[in-house]
């Protein structure tokens, strides 16, 4: 399914490739997945640098729009190590190989992996991921981004009944880990895990008093999932 790798192209760290290479874009979104075509053409009319920074924006502060797979699942549990490892296996098992760059359960890989398998073996694999998929699509929805018709396209894909719109509307009461108060929080919580490492215990015990309340996304149970 050469749409998925399309689909994880777009959801990457936009590369001016995408815009050098416009026309097959387009031609390839017309033959498979018409429906994003409005979209793909508001990317390509945006300047490079511009949709740099929204994609930094929506993707890189904060955990709620992760595109980390496992993020949404096990955070910073030990399951998420295991979970890698069992993905990595996957990976070369297809013949994927990965280089250093990004960790396996980045979704463009994921996607990238998917492409490589029969229709309907890719199709599961999104099954699979679909409430991670759905989620992260409703908060991208709920912060008025485009970027959740490509979420969407992929819970399509995977003949999901999920959608972003219905989860937008559970997330819609949810506090944003995007601002600047809380992305200030969660670095002085890791200056202070640095100190606790030295010993200061009261210090790390009196930040932990005090970020009590701090904004964490909500995740998901995907026990008798395919990737957990």
Known sequence: MTILKLIGLLLEYPDDAIWQHQDEVIDLATEQQPALLPFI???????????????????????????????????ESRDRGQAMVDLLAQYEQAGLALNCRELP??????????SLLDERAA???????????????????ERDSDFHQLFDALLSLSESPLRSESMAQQVAGEARDDTPAALDAVWEEEQVKFMADKGCDAAAQQHQQRFRDAVSPQYLDLSGQGVR
């Open 123 to 141: 199709q599961q694999g999104l099954l699979d991921v679909a409430p991670i998929l759905a989620l992260v699509g409703g908060r991208l929805r």
């Open 105 to 114: 359960d980045y979704l463009p890989l994921y996607l990238e992996y998917l």
């Open 41 to 75: 053409r508001r990317y390509l009319a945006t300047p490079p640098l511009e949709m740099q920074a929204d994609w930094c924006a929506l993707f890189e502060r904060g955990r709620a729009t992760s595109l980390l797979l496992f993020e949404h699942v096990h955070a």
